[in-house]
């Protein structure tokens, strides 16, 4: 399975800028429980962060997708 590092250094590189990738967090393993009560909230300020920041960035914007387990998961 892919990984972000090979979505860093990988044919599709130029696709995602480095700051928009999220990387060394364990994940939940396929249960459900241990991705929302725990692991998801180890990670939420940091993904928020994120999102905010990227939304300073534009001066109209109008939606947010975020895609996840893009490289494997569920």
Not at 28 to 53: F, P, S
Request: net charge negative.
């Amino acid at each position: 399975e892919p990984t972000v590092i090979d979505v860093r250094t990988g044919t599709y590189r130029q696709l995602f800028h480095p700051e928009q990738l999220i990387n060394g967090k364990e994940d939940a393993a396929n249960n459900y429980a241990r991705g929302h009560y725990t692991i998801g909230k180890e990670i939420i300020d940091l993904v928020l962060d994120r999102v905010r920041k990227l939304s300073d960035q534009c001066p109209g914007l109008q939606g947010c997708l975020v895609g996840h387990s893009l490289g494997g998961g569920a």
